[in-house]
Nanobody, 114 residues
Framework: QVQLVESGGGLVQPGGSLRLSCAAS????????MGWYRQAPGKQRELVAT???????NYADFVKGRFTISRDNAKNTVYLQMNSLKSEDTAVYYC????????WGQGTQVTVSS
């Protein structure tokens, strides 16, 4: 099993930046991909970005050029750097780890508002 703890959410003005962190623990060797998803009120959870164990990345079209996913293997942590934030980026952001299972963190709230 994999345990995930997100941090770094908060309130930011439009055009601002935030960096989310996801610390992983447990059966880390079995993870082949990690990612960030988000869910806004009244909407389905959607993919934001993923990164494989080999370092390959994938982004949703609506964040390309603004968000960057990265990982620090020494710290067992995945990051999501979010720049040029918009009000429509407001959501709860969840970290996900894929192994034989799909593991989720508890989520961290990101609110973009003036």
């Amino acid at each position: 099993q994999v345990q995930l703890v997100e941090s770094g959410g908060g309130l930011v003005q439009p055009g601002g930046s935030l960096r989310l962190s996801c610390a992983a623990s447990g059966s880390l060797a079995s993870i082949y991909r990690m990612g960030w998803y988000r869910q806004a009120p009244g909407k389905q959870r959607e993919l934001v970005a993923t990164i494989t164990s080999g370092g390959s990345t994938n982004y949703a079209d609506f964040v390309k050029g603004r968000f960057t996913i990265s990982r620090d293997n020494a710290k067992n942590t995945v990051y999501l750097q979010m720049n040029s934030l918009k009000s429509e980026d407001t959501a709860v952001y969840y970290c996900n780890a894929r192994s034989a299972y799909s593991s989720w963190g508890q989520g961290t709230q990101v609110t973009v508002s003036s």
